[in-house]
């Protein structure tokens, strides 16, 4: 019987993601992944804590105790040096809404006078599972890298297009999707969770 698990996110991107993800560590087949998307009038629920790890265990504690199953969430964002780690857990809002090129430009600009050895960052990604038991799990992945002046690639999301991982001669916007969650922040942390996954989930 294959085990139902429940990515607390509506972002399409983020469940093929996980899937992909889960597939390589599980097997096809082994987990039946579905989204907020399959559940109609399911609330936006704020993002108030202060860290991705906070807001990770939000949304999937919500998710757990909203439809009973066992809950994935994570929080991701950028953390920019010149910017003391901002714009961090307001990563996907910083210029004020959910716009991905908006939110991209803020970030050129503001670091726009910044030397290139001074443009270091680093994308973070906190994942959590919540079972409906109340058993919780977090786990981190962290991909080090530097901003570019300008946007190169079509993939991805966010702000890949601007970063450069450390030793990577492409961003992350250049690379494959299997490329990209080899080295991702997100592909570090769903590697590290779905080995808690696999032990907690029977299938």
Known sequence: MTARLLLATANPKKLL???????????????????????PGYPEVPETGLTFGENALIKAREGASRT??????????????????MPGVFSA??????????????VLAQIGDVADEHRGC??????ALVLPNG????????????????????GGFGYDPVFLGDGQSRTNAE??????????????AFRALSKVIAKELPR
């Open 17 to 39: 993601e996980l899937q992909r993800i889960l597939d390589r560590s599980l097997g096809s087949g082994g987990v039946e992944l579905v989204g907020l998307g399959d559940f």
């Open 68 to 85: 009973g199953l066992p809950t994935v969430a994570d929080d991701s964002g950028l953390s920019v040096d010149a910017l003391n780690g």
């Open 93 to 106: 809002r910083w210029s004020g809404g959910g716009d991905d090129n908006a939110n991209l430009d803020l």
């Open 122 to 127: 680093a994308f973070v990604c906190a994942a």
């Open 135 to 154: 058993r919780e799990h977090l786990v981190e992945g962290r991909q080090r890298g530097q901003i570019l002046r300008s946007r190169r690639g079509t």
């Open 175 to 188: 690379l494959s999707p299997a490329e990209k969650d080899a080295i991702s922040h997100r592909g570090q």
